[in-house]
C-alpha cells in the first residue's frame, strides 16, 4: 500500500500548492473513503491556511441531514452533486469534493461493489463523474480517494476555482 499512499500524497502535496498559490480554501466530503481524502490533505504542505476540513458522512442518515442530499439512493451522482455542494457551503470553502460509492464486497442501493460517484463544485459549477473500480473494499477506497484528488487537482491545473 506504500506505492498508493505517496501518490495520494503527491497528489495532496500538489492541491497544497496550487490552493496556496491561487489563495483558495478546500473541502472534502467523504463517505465511502472514510478519512482517506481529508488524512492526506491534512498532512499537506500550509494545510492549516487552505484547508477549510472535510466531514465523514459515512452513514445516509448523515448525508441526509446534514449535507441536504436528497431521499433516495446514496450511491448516486445527485448524492455526490449534494455532498460537494453542501460541504462547500457547511465549511465555507472555495472548492469542495466528494466522493460516495459502493466499496463492496457486497452491493449498496443497487450498484455494483466499484461503482463510485465524485463530484467537484466551486460555487459556479458542479461537475459529477462515475467511475467503475475493481478490486477488494481497500483497494477501491484508495483508488476513489486517489480520484477525488485527481479531480481537485485537476480543477486547479484548469483554473477553475479561481472564478
Not at 492526506?40 to 452513514?59: C, H, K, P, Q, T
Not at 460537494?84 to 470553502?93: C, D, E, K, S, T
Not at 472548492?95 to 452491493?107: K, R
Request: proline content about 5%; glycine content about 12%; overall charge negative.
Amino acid at each position: 500500500m506504500s506505492t498508493e499512499k505517496s501518490e495520494l500524497d503527491r497528489l495532496a502535496a500538489e492541491i497544497a500548492g496550487s490552493a496556496s498559490a491561487a489563495g483558495r480554501t478546500v473541502a472534502v466530503a467523504e463517505s465511502l473513503t472514510g478519512g482517506m481524502i481529508s488524512s492526506a490533505l491534512a498532512a499537506a504542505e500550509g494545510a492549516s491556511e487552505w484547508f477549510r476540513g472535510s466531514l465523514v458522512a459515512y452513514s445516509s442518515e448523515v448525508k441526509h441531514e446534514v449535507l441536504h442530499v436528497p431521499d433516495g439512493p446514496v450511491v448516486s451522482a445527485p448524492a455526490a452533486r449534494a455532498m460537494a455542494r453542501g460541504v462547500r457551503r457547511l465549511l465555507g470553502a472555495d472548492v469542495a469534493v466528494a466522493v460516495t460509492g459502493a466499496g463492496g464486497p457486497a452491493p449498496q442501493d443497487g450498484r455494483s461493489p466499484g461503482t463510485v460517484f465524485l463530484a467537484i463544485d466551486d460555487g459556479a459549477s458542479c461537475v459529477v463523474i462515475d467511475r467503475d473500480l475493481d478490486g477488494e473494499p481497500e483497494e477501491i477506497c484508495v483508488a476513489a480517494a486517489e480520484s477525488a484528488l485527481e479531480l481537485l487537482a485537476g480543477r486547479f491545473r484548469s483554473g477553475g476555482p479561481d472564478r
